[in-house]
T-cell receptor, first 113, second 110 residues
Framework: KAGVTQTPRYLIKTRGQQVTLSCSPISGHRSVSWYQQTPGQGLQFLFEYFSETQRNKGNFPGRFSGRQFSNSRSEMNVSTLELGDSALYLC????????????FGPGTRLTVL | GESVGLHLPTLSVQEGDNSIINCAYSNSASDYFIWYKQESGKGPQFIIDIRSNMDKRQGQRVTVLLNKTVKHLSLQIAATQPGDSAVYFCAESNDYKLSFGAGTTVTVRA
């Protein structure tokens, strides 16, 4: 069974631009979560989706948004990029009833110049 | 706010010895506590979890201990191997959200 895939793996943007990151969960998984990882703040929860519904959201500004499609694939968008948005963005999926065992993708490394 | 934290940022251990990684948490209402391992260039990988009504759980070469009285969580790795070198995170699960601690970098010496 294929793991969680994220595209693109690396991205360079400039301040003020927007970016869309994509995540394909493991087949059969319906929950998708997004995390931001930085050296200073560590791993921080962005949001979680299940069956196209956002069930929880972290403490990030409204510039960060996400959605989930009917096939469970998910995207997150960051608008008006700031230097501080440079980070590794991780997507994770889990199967129903196993929310603790999240399977993470390799992440998208975003650099904002 | 409440958070999950680790006691030490780094741990160096001799190959074959046992490793103990500690974590202090503050949200006593959490249902589950989980340990993840992250190797360089990869996303975190689930190791083991423990429900809040348990105090010990064992897996393959790993044991998680939960002390709710002092809000302390630990991960014990038996016979540490070079492949155990990684960053280890404790996390707590609430409302479909994982809150991670800062991480402990474990280095295994040959």
């Amino acid at each position: 069974k294929a793991g969680v895939t994220q595209t693109p793996r690396y991205l360079i943007k400039t301040r003020g631009q927007q970016v869309t990151l994509s995540c394909s969960p493991i087949s059969g998984h319906r929950s998708v979560s997004w995390y931001q990882q930085t050296p200073g703040q560590g791993l921080q929860f962005l949001f979680e989706y299940f069956s196209e519904t956002q069930r929880n959201k972290g403490n990030f500004p409204g510039r960060f948004s996400g959605r989930q499609f009917s096939n469970s694939r998910s995207e997150m968008n960051v608008s008006t990029l700031e230097l501080g948005d440079s980070a590794l963005y991780l997507c994770a999926s889990s199967s129903p009833g196993s929310d603790n065992e999240q399977f993470f993708g390799p992440g998208t490394r975003l650099t904002v110049l | 706010g409440e958070s999950v934290g680790l006691h030490l940022p780094t741990l160096s251990v001799q190959e074959g010895d046992n490793s103990i990684i500690n974590c202090a948490y503050s949200n006593s209402a959490s249902d589950y506590f989980i340990w993840y391992k992250q190797e360089s260039g990869k996303g975190p990988q689930f190791i083991i979890d423990i429900r809040s009504n348990m105090d010990k759980r064992q897996g393959q070469r790993v044991t998680v201990l939960l002390n709710k009285t002092v809000k302390h969580l630990s991960l014990q790795i038996a016979a540490t191997q070079p492949g155990d070198s990684a960053v280890y995170f404790c996390a707590e699960s609430n409302d479909y959200k994982l809150s991670f601690g800062a991480g402990t970098t474990v280095t295994v010496r040959a």
